[in-house]
Protein backbone atom coordinates (compact mmCIF):
# COMPACT_ATOMS: atom_id res chain seq x y z
CA UNK A 1 0.00 0.00 0.00
CA UNK A 2 1.34 2.99 -0.89
CA UNK A 3 1.06 5.74 1.64
CA UNK A 4 0.18 9.89 1.44
CA UNK A 5 3.55 10.42 2.49
CA UNK A 6 5.53 8.19 -0.28
CA UNK A 7 3.25 9.58 -2.73
CA UNK A 8 2.91 13.68 -1.85
CA UNK A 9 6.94 14.00 -1.34
CA UNK A 10 8.50 13.74 -4.75
CA UNK A 11 5.11 16.04 -5.84
CA UNK A 12 5.83 18.29 -2.88
CA UNK A 13 10.07 18.19 -4.10
CA UNK A 14 8.79 19.06 -7.69
CA UNK A 15 6.38 21.69 -6.57
CA UNK A 16 8.83 23.59 -4.93
CA UNK A 17 11.97 22.78 -7.55
CA UNK A 18 9.40 24.35 -10.02
CA UNK A 19 7.88 27.36 -7.59
CA UNK A 20 11.98 28.25 -6.91
CA UNK A 21 12.59 28.43 -10.59
CA UNK A 22 9.54 30.67 -11.54
CA UNK A 23 10.47 33.24 -8.46
CA UNK A 24 12.31 36.28 -8.92
CA UNK A 25 15.18 37.39 -6.52
CA UNK A 26 12.96 40.66 -5.11
CA UNK A 27 10.03 37.76 -4.62
CA UNK A 28 12.46 36.03 -2.56
CA UNK A 29 13.32 39.34 -0.76
CA UNK A 30 9.92 39.73 -0.29
CA UNK A 31 8.87 36.54 1.05
CA UNK A 32 11.74 36.46 3.21
CA UNK A 33 10.50 39.79 5.26
CA UNK A 34 7.10 38.44 5.76
CA UNK A 35 8.41 35.13 7.19
CA UNK A 36 10.29 36.89 9.57
CA UNK A 37 7.89 39.25 10.85
CA UNK A 38 5.63 36.09 10.75
CA UNK A 39 7.71 34.84 13.54
CA UNK A 40 8.39 37.40 15.52
CA UNK A 41 11.90 38.28 14.19
CA UNK A 42 12.44 41.85 12.82
CA UNK A 43 15.68 42.38 13.15
CA UNK A 44 15.20 45.65 14.76
CA UNK A 45 17.24 45.82 18.30
CA UNK A 46 16.61 48.04 21.30
CA UNK A 47 19.02 50.87 20.87
CA UNK A 48 18.66 54.24 22.16
CA UNK A 49 21.38 57.11 21.79
CA UNK A 50 21.67 60.02 23.87
CA UNK A 51 25.01 61.87 24.98
CA UNK A 52 26.66 60.10 28.30
CA UNK A 53 26.95 63.86 29.95
CA UNK A 54 24.95 67.04 29.38
CA UNK A 55 26.39 70.55 30.13
CA UNK A 56 24.11 73.42 31.94
CA UNK A 57 23.95 76.40 34.04
CA UNK A 58 22.60 76.09 37.52
CA UNK A 59 18.62 77.38 37.22
CA UNK A 60 18.63 77.23 33.45
CA UNK A 61 16.51 74.39 31.88
CA UNK A 62 18.11 71.56 30.04
CA UNK A 63 17.15 69.13 27.63
CA UNK A 64 18.46 65.74 27.14
CA UNK A 65 18.53 64.63 23.48
CA UNK A 66 17.17 61.36 22.63
CA UNK A 67 16.61 58.96 20.24
CA UNK A 68 15.38 55.42 20.25
CA UNK A 69 14.88 52.73 18.25
CA UNK A 70 12.99 49.50 19.50
CA UNK A 71 11.49 45.74 18.09
CA UNK A 72 7.87 46.09 16.83
CA UNK A 73 5.28 45.10 19.02
CA UNK A 74 2.40 42.79 18.73
CA UNK A 75 0.24 45.13 21.15
CA UNK A 76 -1.87 47.42 20.17
CA UNK A 77 -0.74 49.91 23.82
CA UNK A 78 0.96 52.80 23.34
CA UNK A 79 4.46 53.14 23.33
CA UNK A 80 5.55 54.72 26.22
CA UNK A 81 9.21 56.63 27.38
CA UNK A 82 9.92 56.55 30.93
CA UNK A 83 13.23 58.64 32.29
CA UNK A 84 14.44 57.36 35.67
CA UNK A 85 17.71 57.44 37.80
CA UNK A 86 18.85 54.75 40.19
CA UNK A 87 17.25 54.55 43.77
CA UNK A 88 14.42 52.46 44.90
CA UNK A 89 10.54 54.09 44.49
CA UNK A 90 8.21 54.15 47.23
CA UNK A 91 5.49 53.58 45.04
CA UNK A 92 3.61 49.81 44.41
CA UNK A 93 4.37 48.98 40.57
CA UNK A 94 3.92 46.37 38.49
CA UNK A 95 7.47 46.73 36.88
CA UNK A 96 10.91 44.77 37.21
CA UNK A 97 12.37 47.58 37.25
CA UNK A 98 11.92 49.52 40.57
CA UNK A 99 13.78 52.29 40.17
CA UNK A 100 12.46 56.19 40.83
CA UNK A 101 10.96 57.85 37.92
CA UNK A 102 11.87 61.23 36.67
CA UNK A 103 9.26 61.31 34.18
CA UNK A 104 6.24 59.44 33.80
CA UNK A 105 3.02 60.38 31.88
CA UNK A 106 1.35 60.17 35.17
CA UNK A 107 2.79 62.89 37.13
CA UNK A 108 2.15 61.34 40.67
CA UNK A 109 4.39 58.33 39.92
CA UNK A 110 7.73 61.13 39.64
CA UNK A 111 9.30 61.70 42.63
CA UNK A 112 8.65 64.76 44.53
CA UNK A 113 11.65 67.16 43.60
CA UNK A 114 10.76 66.68 39.87
CA UNK A 115 7.15 66.36 39.69
CA UNK A 116 6.07 69.03 37.51
CA UNK A 117 9.35 70.15 35.75
CA UNK A 118 10.16 66.90 33.23
CA UNK A 119 8.30 66.46 30.34
CA UNK A 120 9.14 64.63 26.63
CA UNK A 121 9.75 66.83 24.11
CA UNK A 122 9.57 64.37 21.18
CA UNK A 123 7.11 61.54 20.03
CA UNK A 124 7.84 58.53 21.23
CA UNK A 125 6.47 56.44 18.40
CA UNK A 126 8.38 58.35 15.98
CA UNK A 127 11.94 57.36 18.15
CA UNK A 128 12.00 60.81 19.69
CA UNK A 129 12.23 60.63 23.70
CA UNK A 130 13.93 63.51 24.53
CA UNK A 131 13.54 64.75 28.02
CA UNK A 132 13.30 68.46 29.35
CA UNK A 133 13.87 69.54 32.85
CA UNK A 134 13.27 73.01 34.18
CA UNK A 135 15.47 74.97 36.24
CA UNK A 136 18.21 72.91 37.06
CA UNK A 137 18.92 72.38 40.69
CA UNK A 138 21.88 71.35 42.88
CA UNK A 139 20.10 67.82 43.91
CA UNK A 140 19.87 67.13 39.63
CA UNK A 141 23.58 66.93 39.31
CA UNK A 142 24.97 63.18 38.82
CA UNK A 143 25.13 60.43 36.67
CA UNK A 144 21.93 58.48 36.97
CA UNK A 145 20.01 59.20 34.39
CA UNK A 146 18.34 56.24 31.70
CA UNK A 147 15.70 55.45 29.67
CA UNK A 148 12.76 52.61 29.34
CA UNK A 149 11.05 52.41 27.31
CA UNK A 150 7.73 50.62 26.97
CA UNK A 151 5.81 48.74 24.10
CA UNK A 152 3.15 46.65 25.49
CA UNK A 153 4.83 43.87 24.79
CA UNK A 154 8.44 44.07 25.87
CA UNK A 155 9.72 46.68 28.27
CA UNK A 156 13.30 47.74 28.25
CA UNK A 157 15.87 49.61 30.68
CA UNK A 158 18.92 51.20 28.89
CA UNK A 159 20.32 51.11 32.59
CA UNK A 160 24.01 50.65 30.92
CA UNK A 161 23.69 53.92 29.17
CA UNK A 162 23.58 56.51 32.29
CA UNK A 163 23.55 60.11 30.90
CA UNK A 164 25.22 62.85 33.75
CA UNK A 165 24.12 66.28 34.27
CA UNK A 166 27.05 68.65 35.03
CA UNK A 167 27.55 72.39 35.46
CA UNK A 168 29.76 74.05 32.71
CA UNK A 169 32.81 75.26 34.10
CA UNK A 170 33.65 76.95 30.66
CA UNK A 171 30.45 79.02 30.77
CA UNK A 172 30.92 80.26 34.33
CA UNK A 173 34.24 81.16 33.27
CA UNK A 174 33.59 83.15 30.21
CA UNK A 175 30.91 84.68 31.76
CA UNK A 176 32.96 85.66 35.12
CA UNK A 177 35.27 87.17 32.66
CA UNK A 178 32.83 89.00 30.26
CA UNK A 179 31.54 90.37 33.29
CA UNK A 180 34.69 91.74 34.35
CA UNK A 181 36.02 93.01 30.88
CA UNK A 182 32.49 94.65 31.10
CA UNK A 183 32.83 95.78 34.83
CA UNK A 184 36.13 97.33 34.76
CA UNK A 185 35.87 100.29 32.22
CA UNK A 186 32.64 101.20 33.90
CA UNK A 187 34.49 101.30 37.32
CA UNK A 188 37.14 103.18 35.59
CA UNK A 189 34.92 105.62 34.15
CA UNK A 190 33.08 106.15 37.37
CA UNK A 191 36.42 106.35 39.00
CA UNK A 192 37.65 109.33 37.04
CA UNK A 193 34.73 111.29 37.29
CA UNK A 194 34.43 110.79 41.01
CA UNK A 195 38.09 112.52 41.59
CA UNK A 196 37.59 114.47 39.08
CA UNK A 197 34.45 115.98 40.90
CA UNK A 198 36.48 116.00 43.92
CA UNK A 199 38.82 117.97 42.51
CA UNK A 200 36.56 120.33 41.10
CA UNK A 201 34.57 121.47 44.37
CA UNK A 202 37.64 121.78 46.22
CA UNK A 203 38.90 123.75 43.70
CA UNK A 204 36.12 126.33 43.89
CA UNK A 205 35.91 126.37 47.48
CA UNK A 206 39.71 126.78 47.79
CA UNK A 207 38.96 129.60 44.83
CA UNK A 208 35.70 131.32 47.24
CA UNK A 209 37.73 131.12 50.51
CA UNK A 210 40.50 133.14 48.70
CA UNK A 211 38.29 135.52 47.30
CA UNK A 212 36.66 136.09 51.07
CA UNK A 213 39.91 136.57 52.41
CA UNK A 214 40.77 139.50 49.47
CA UNK A 215 37.31 140.87 50.62
CA UNK A 216 38.47 141.26 53.99
CA UNK A 217 41.83 142.59 54.20
CA UNK A 218 42.78 145.64 56.42
CA UNK A 219 41.77 149.39 54.69
CA UNK A 220 44.50 151.90 54.30
CA UNK A 221 45.44 154.25 56.68
CA UNK A 222 43.33 157.53 56.30
CA UNK A 223 44.83 160.40 55.27
CA UNK A 224 43.80 163.54 58.02
CA UNK A 225 44.93 167.22 57.67
CA UNK A 226 45.85 168.21 60.67
CA UNK A 227 47.74 172.07 61.71
CA UNK A 228 51.18 172.44 61.91
CA UNK A 229 52.76 174.10 64.51
CA UNK A 230 56.18 174.81 63.75
CA UNK A 231 58.00 176.26 66.25
CA UNK A 232 59.38 179.84 64.94
CA UNK A 233 60.04 182.58 66.33
CA UNK A 234 59.14 185.86 64.95
CA UNK A 235 61.94 188.96 64.47
CA UNK A 236 62.77 190.94 67.78
CA UNK A 237 61.68 194.17 68.40
CA UNK A 238 64.94 196.28 67.63
CA UNK A 239 64.17 198.38 70.67
CA UNK A 240 65.01 195.19 72.57
CA UNK A 241 68.30 194.68 71.14
CA UNK A 242 69.16 198.44 71.95
CA UNK A 243 68.64 198.16 75.35
CA UNK A 244 70.65 194.43 75.78
CA UNK A 245 73.67 196.63 73.73
CA UNK A 246 73.57 199.52 76.58
CA UNK A 247 73.42 197.07 79.59
CA UNK A 248 76.74 195.36 78.00
CA UNK A 249 78.64 199.18 77.62
CA UNK A 250 77.45 199.94 81.02
CA UNK A 251 79.16 197.10 82.67
CA UNK A 252 82.02 197.25 80.59
CA UNK A 253 82.32 200.96 82.28
CA UNK A 254 81.54 200.33 85.80
CA UNK A 255 84.44 197.82 85.54
CA UNK A 256 87.08 200.30 84.95
CA UNK A 257 86.51 202.58 87.73
Known amino acids: MVTAGVFLGPVASCFCTSFHNTMSPLMWIEMMLILSQASGTSGVDWKADYPKVVLTKMGEDVTIPC ?25 TINDND ?42 DM ?77 PPPKVIDEPVYGNVQGPGDPMDSMDQMDSVYANVDHAKQ
Open 67 to 91: NVTYPPSPSKELVQAYWKRQGKIKL
Open 98 to 139: KNEFLYHPINTFVIKSFQNRTNLTGNVTKGNCSLNIKGIEEG
Open 142 to 218: GNFYYLRIATGANNFSFINQLVSIQISVFEDALSTTTYIATTVPVVAVLLVAVLGSVWFFKYRKRVKTTKKKDDTQI
